[in-house]
């Protein structure tokens, strides 16, 4: 196989990996179980990179429909929901999906989200105010990334907050050994990306006429790596 690998054969890696190799392993990552020192950097970037994209939301979203696309065991959906919004959860991973609905639930949530096993870019989910997208995004190809934000951003009134990983020395080597992750069930290949580059590719293209880019932020915790992007519509 390529290194450039299409969006729907990442996909069906994607689903595999999160439902069946590592459910579990993320099932605590983004818990408040005890963790060993690597994957508690990464549990500590990903919260710091789940404030970002909270931040760059208004703090009351009564009234507002917000998709959390890829999202796992719900924390961000969760979150998005304390502060008003109605949130649907999509995730490859039905065992994900469904321990999300049960936190949600015991969060006192349950009635503002709806979790879905399924794909992300489905028109069937309907119109959003806002769309977030934490680490998503981050196995696909630029071109890739880039039509998948195309496609949400044609039925998103608002914003796009999402993340890559961005390409620095230390992942690219991580990544070409295949080391991101220290054990076996280590997740489908991460894609490095240059984010200025990326911010160009997203500001020409066709399917993002009007939208602006504005607030990013990298946050490096460990093993984890993430850029922080905002879309919003002009």
Do not use: N
Request: aromatic share 6%; glycine share 8%.
């Amino acid at each position: 196989m390529s290194d450039t690998v299409p969006y729907e054969i990442r996909r069906g890696e994607i689903e595999t990996y999160f439902d069946r190799t590592a459910a579990d392993a993320w099932k605590k990552l983004t818990s408040d179980a005890p963790l060993g020192r690597i994957r508690a950097s990464v549990r500590a970037g990903r919260e710091e990179m789940r404030s970002f994209l909270l931040s760059l939301m208004p703090a009351d979203l009564t009234g507002a429909r917000v998709l959390d696309a890829g999202c796992g065991t719900g924390a961000l959906a969760i979150a998005l929901a304390a502060r008003g919004a109605t949130v649907v959860g999509i995730d490859l991973s039905p065992t994900l999906i469904a321990h999300a609905a049960d936190l949600a639930r015991a969060a006192g949530f349950g009635h503002a989200t709806r979790f879905e096993a399924g794909d992300m870019l489905a028109s069937s989910h309907g119109r959003f105010d806002h769309v977030v997208l934490m680490d998503s995004l981050i196995h696909y190809e630029p071109a890739d990334a880039a039509a998948a934000l195309a496609t949400l951003a044609a039925r998103t009134d608002r914003s796009i907050a999402f993340t890559v990983a961005p390409k620095t020395p230390m992942l690219t080597v991580m990544h070409r050994a295949g080391r991101l992750f220290p054990r076996a069930d280590r997740a489908p290949a991460i894609v490095p990306v240059a984010t200025d580059r990326f911010g160009d590719r997203l500001e020409s293209h066709p399917g993002l006429a009007g939208w602006s880019m504005e607030h990013e932020r990298r946050v490096t915790s460990g093993f984890y790596k993430s850029h922080g992007m905002e879309l919003v519509r002009s």
